[in-house]
């Protein structure tokens, strides 16, 4: 019996992604690094160091002026952010949460960003979620089951009592090692290994994740 749904953030709930895509090009063109829209899709999903190391490659630089590139990173992110409002949910996301309250089946954000918090306030969607589990609640980021994990245990919920629902290949893979079911979003090359894979949530409702989920999903 399924009780809760673990949603991704960045690219699920709302388009962050284009603003780390932003955030990480105006870096890499400061710092005259070749980078692109291509290159930042392998960075889905990933935290914030493990991106920057993707992102310099070979270059090989003092932990002091790594810190000072994911901390100039951030400003441009945060600066971003700011503009974020409600209408920047993507489509059926808020439907499919007030269906899920309605339901009592229970909602909690994974997301690997230490900016997850103040991005649900701007998205005006606090009152829907019953926990937040952010860059600052484990150790081990995705593909390690560790944030999902430790989602189901603040929702008190057993793994396989949740659906996770991402768009990053790495958080597919973490949600199938902490044994929870998967919905990805997006393009099936990315997305392939998800138990279920939709281009997004839009006009998606309990129903369908419940159908496109089964037989493993009662
Ligand atoms: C997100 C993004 C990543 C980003 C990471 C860390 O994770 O998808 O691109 O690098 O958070 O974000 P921050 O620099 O704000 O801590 P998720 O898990 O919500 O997709
Ligand atoms: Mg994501």
């Known amino acids: 019996q399924i009780g809760g749904v673990i949603f991704d953030l960045d690219g699920v709930l709302t388009d962050t992604a284009e603003y780390h895509y932003r955030g990480w090009q105006k870096l890499a063109d400061e710092e005259g690094i070749p980078f692109d829209r291509q290159k930042n899709d392998l960075l889905r999903g990933l935290p914030r160091r493990e991106s920057l190391l993707a992102i310099l490659g070979d270059c090989t630089v003092t932990e002091d002026q790594l810190q000072e590139m994911m901390e100039r990173k951030n400003r441009y992110y945060v600066q971003l952010i700011e503009e974020i409002t409600p209408a920047d949910l993507l489509p059926g996301v808020n439907e499919l949460l007030e269906e899920l309250q309605q339901k ?115």
């Not at 958080?171 to 079911?181: R, Y």
């Open 104 to 218: 009592e089946i229970k909602i909690a954000i994974a997301s690997a960003s230490k900016n997850a918090q103040t991005v649900i306030e701007r998205l005006g969607i606090g009152h829907l979620i019953d926990v937040i589990c952010d860059g600052y609640s484990v150790q081990r980021s995705k593909p390690a089951p560790d944030l999902f994990l430790y989602a189901a245990c603040q929702l008190d919920l057993t793994p396989d009592q949740c659906i996770v629902v991402e768009d990053a290949a790495s958080g597919i893979d973490a949600a199938s090692l902490a044994g929870m079911l998967t919905v990805g979003l997006g393009p099936v090359e990315r997305l392939g290994k998800a138990n279920l894979v939709l281009p997004n949530l839009e006009n998606v409702h309990w129903a369908d994740l419940i159908a496109g989920l089964s037989p493993k999903a009662k």
